[in-house]
Nanobody, 124 residues
Framework: QVQLVESGGGLVQAGGSLKLSCTVS????????VGWHRQAPGKEREFVAA????????YYADSVKDRFTISRDNAMDPVYLHMNSLKPEDTAVYYC?????????????????WGHGTQVTVSS
């Protein structure tokens, strides 16, 4: 079993920053990559950013490119999502997920293991 636990959400003003953490534990040998996804009220869950399990390759949605940074320094560290220049439209529940399929790190549907999510609210 793989467990994913998110932390770091909260309320921030537009233009501010937040750092989300995803701690991954359990049987991680089959994980290909870890991604952050978000779901705003009334909208479908969407891909935000992903990093390969080695930490060498990253992927970003166009809407967050140049504002968000995903990182994983080594196998013992959490996966972080550094969010800068936050906008009200970034308000959503942010989920950490693991991909064991071996492809599709930028596609939400290719992730099979999910955390419970953390709320991010950006006020205008």
């Amino acid at each position: 079993q793989v467990q994913l636990v998110e932390s770091g959400g909260g309320l921030v003003q537009a233009g501010g920053s937040l750092k989300l953490s995803c701690t991954v534990s359990g049987r991680t040998a089959a994980i290909y990559g870890v991604g952050w996804h978000r779901q705003a009220p009334g909208k479908e869950r969407e891909f935000v950013a992903a990093v390969s399990w080695s930490g060498r390759t990253t992927y970003y949605a166009d809407s967050v490119k140049d504002r968000f940074t995903i990182s994983r320094d080594n196998a013992m560290d959490p996966v972080y999502l550094h969010m800068n220049s936050l906008k009200p439209e970034d308000t959503a529940v942010y989920y950490c997920a693991a991909n064991e399929r071996g492809w599709g790190l930028s596609q939400t549907d290719e992730y099979g293991l999910w955390g419970h999510g953390t709320q991010v609210t950006v006020s205008s």
